[in-house]
């Protein structure tokens, strides 16, 4: 049971661009989603996260929107440069009971993003 | 401030071997979670843990364990390992208790692999 899917496993995009990376979650539990940048054989990088209460968050060249009906969120990037060129990872976390914040995150498979100069 | 801190980096064992791997999380931070990274799964979360208590698993087999010590370090331990489990491990850390939105960063990972 895949709860957080990224149907696109690639992206290609010119240098300047908008490059716009899609997920979908089926769980409407999940209270708070991240997005991360991953280079192979290293860790996944922190780039940008959303609460459930928020529909959009920017930070710089990256904007974060949620549509919590629809349960889909993108990560929007403006403008796409070379060094982009990663696997983006899509993660959710669930909101347990008392209100604590556990550190389980479900992620999606990713989508390689390959900015081409 | 420093990062998470993952030893070893790499590690070649056997099959029926067990292993040991060590996590050291970001200062002040008091929660460690454990994944596994294999090319056909993704990114597994294995299990979580917060002033020294397990509070959260994945589903992985009893073979994988973990602990966590009273200054934050974590370690994982896989024993009896089989072939499926090579794959890159990776420990994230966060400040955890009632933070509500608080961001995981992530090591390097170990990459393991089982010949």
């Known amino acids: 049971d895949q709860q957080v899917k990224q149907n696109s496993p690639s992206l290609s995009v010119q240098e300047g661009r908008i490059s716009i990376l899609n997920c979908d979650y089926t769980?409407?539990?999940?209270?708070?989603f991240l997005w991360y940048k991953k280079y192979p054989a290293e860790g996944p990088t922190f780039l940008i996260s959303?609460?459930?209460?928020?529909d959009k968050n920017e930070d710089g060249r990256f904007t974060v929107f949620l549509n919590k009906s629809a349960k889909h969120l993108s990560l929007h990037i403006v403008p796409s440069q070379p060094g982009d060129s990663a696997v983006y990872f899509c993660?959710?976390?669930?909101?347990?009971?008392?209100?604590?914040?556990?550190?389980?995150?479900?992620f999606g498979q990713g989508t390689i993003l390959t900015v081409h100069p | 401030k420093a990062g998470v801190t993952q030893t070893p980096r790499y590690l070649i064992k056997t099959r029926g071997q067990q292993v040991t791997l060590s996590c050291s999380p970001i200062?002040?931070?008091?929660?460690v979670s454990w994944y596994q990274q294999t090319p056909g799964q993704g990114l597994q979360f294995l299990f979580e843990?917060?002033?020294?208590?397990?509070?959260n698993k994945g589903n992985f087999p009893g073979r994988f364990s973990g602990r966590q010590f009273s200054n934050s370090r974590s370690e994982m331990n896989v024993s009896t390992l089989e072939l499926g489990d090579s794959a890159l491990y990776l420990c994230?850390?966060?400040?955890?208790?009632?933070?509500?939105?608080?961001?995981?960063?992530f090591g390097q990972g170990t990459r393991l692999t089982v010949v």
């Open positions: 993660a959710a976390r669930r909101e347990n009971a008392g209100g604590t914040s556990y550190g389980k995150l479900t």
């Open positions: 200062s002040g931070h008091r929660s």
């Open positions: 959303i609460s459930s209460i928020k």
């Open positions: 769980n409407s539990m999940f209270d708070y």
């Open positions: 843990y917060f002033s020294e208590t397990q509070r």
């Open positions: 994230a850390s966060n400040a955890g208790g009632r933070a509500v939105n608080t961001e995981a960063f």
